[in-house]
């Protein structure tokens, strides 16, 4: 189920671009262009993009955010923090897609408040099936909050 109001927004927070490339590519033959997907490269223009400050500030904040870990700038541990702080943000549900599968990396994102964590697979058609059965579950299965 996505969200009953509105378009589904996702964000998608990401520095590898070959790895953006797969993951929109996933999520739109999944939802098609009934869905809104942006992509940043690092953690402050996430954090920008959800304050809707600078060149983000006339944007709708997102139905979901799906995160890299490793970033440049602020990672997404640090990401995970802030939004688990802020009122306003922590309903937005948060799915880590990383290439760590280290135990570590998991508790501590769940931690601080991921909704799921997904370890990307090595090969680009493991991570389009990986990713193409995330987005089956949160845009077709789950019921997204809509944003404050």
């Known amino acids: 189920m996505t969200p009953p109001t509105a378009k589904p927004r996702v964000l998608l927070a990401e520095d590898n671009l070959d790895h953006a490339f797969f993951t929109?590519?996933?999520?739109?033959?999944v939802h098609g262009t009934e869905l809104e997907m942006v992509t940043v490269t690092d953690g402050e223009q996430l954090l920008d993009y959800l304050h809707q400050r600078g060149e983000y500030s006339d944007v709708a904040r997102p139905h979901?955010?799906?995160?890299?870990?490793?970033?440049?700038?602020?990672?997404?541990?640090?990401?995970?923090?802030e939004l688990s702080r802020d009122d306003r943000l922590r309903s937005i549900p948060v799915v880590v897609l990383s290439s760590s599968d280290r135990p570590e990396d998991v508790t501590q994102s769940y931690?601080?408040?991921?909704?799921?964590?997904?370890?990307?697979p090595a090969t680009a058609s493991g991570l389009r099936d990986g990713v193409s059965a995330l987005?089956?579950?949160?845009?077709?299965?789950?019921?997204l909050p809509e944003p404050a």
């Open 24 to 29: 929109t590519r996933a999520f739109r033959e």
């Open 64 to 81: 979901l955010i799906v995160l890299d870990l490793k970033m440049p700038k602020k990672g997404g541990l640090e990401v995970l923090e």
């Open 111 to 120: 931690a601080r408040g991921a909704n799921s964590y997904v370890t990307k």
């Open 135 to 143: 987005a089956r579950y949160w845009m077709d299965l789950a019921t």
